[in-house]
């Protein structure tokens, strides 16, 4: 599992990839994605190699959705494709949290003030 430093570090690429040009608006977690692809790529690369927890593998998620569909009777496959989407709202809720927590982090160290 790579420290804390690391990913700062992974962090700090990403952040450096970013147009903050315009000062006056914050870039949204959308933004962040495009604009810094590559980097944001191997941050999360990195935390997918996380011996702790264990990669994340899209493709295997989708076989196990589709095999739970199947096994599932007719009345019950839209409970399992609700599941599915609950999940994926909780994980962007997450993340969009986190995001939101970092950057007021990172003003208030600077000394701004998220506002």
């Not at 989708?62 to 599915?84: F, Y």
């Not at 989407?85 to 927590?101: G, I, S």
Request: with cysteine; net charge negative.
């Amino acid at each position: 599992m790579p420290n804390a430093d690391e990913l700062m570090e992974l962090a700090r690429g990403c952040v450096d990839a970013l147009d903050l040009s315009d000062r006056r608006e914050v870039p949204s977690l959308a933004d962040v994605e495009e604009q810094c692809e590559t980097q944001y790529g191997e941050l999360l690369d990195t935390l997918n190699e996380d011996e702790i927890f264990g990669g994340v593998d899209l493709e295997r998620q989708q076989q196990i959705l589709d095999t739970l569909e199947s096994a599932a009777g007719e009345d019950k496959r839209e409970l399992v494709r609700e599941l599915a989407d609950q999940h994926t709202r909780h994980v962007w809720l997450m993340q969009e949290a986190a995001f939101h927590v970092g950057l007021a982090l990172g003003l208030r160290m600077a000394g701004g003030r998220a506002q």
